[in-house]
């Protein structure tokens, strides 16, 4: 299993837009993807963590998501409330 761990730099105000937006897509697609907000952490970041089988299936899950017209309407809100920067990690769970 991996977890790809993304962390967002939010633009100063937007973060209860941010983790909205997020939380409808969760709901939207029904992906079963983490959500972070800072508690003891930078300001005005948020995580999230999505779990998949292997590189494949990632690879796979993400091109599905972007092909949506769904996904274009996110990115375009996405981009008013985010600044650039920001992680996009894999991580590969150890048993």
Excluded: C
Excluded at 63 to 78: D, I, L, N, R, Y
Aim: aromatic content about 12%; glycine content about 6%; hydrophobic content about 40%.
């Amino acid at each position: 299993m991996i977890v790809n761990r993304r962390t967002v730099n939010v633009k100063q105000i937007h973060m209860d837009d941010v983790l909205e937006l997020l939380k409808a897509d969760r709901e939207r697609t029904g992906i079963n993807f983490r959500i972070y907000a800072p508690s003891i952490a930078p300001f005005d970041v948020i995580a999230m963590e999505i779990e998949f089988e292997n590189l494949s299936d990632y690879e796979k899950g993400w091109e599905e998501w972007g092909s949506t017209p769904e996904a274009a309407a996110f990115m375009e809100k996405w981009f008013t409330f985010t600044e650039r920067g920001g992680t996009n990690e894999i991580w590969e769970l150890v048993e």
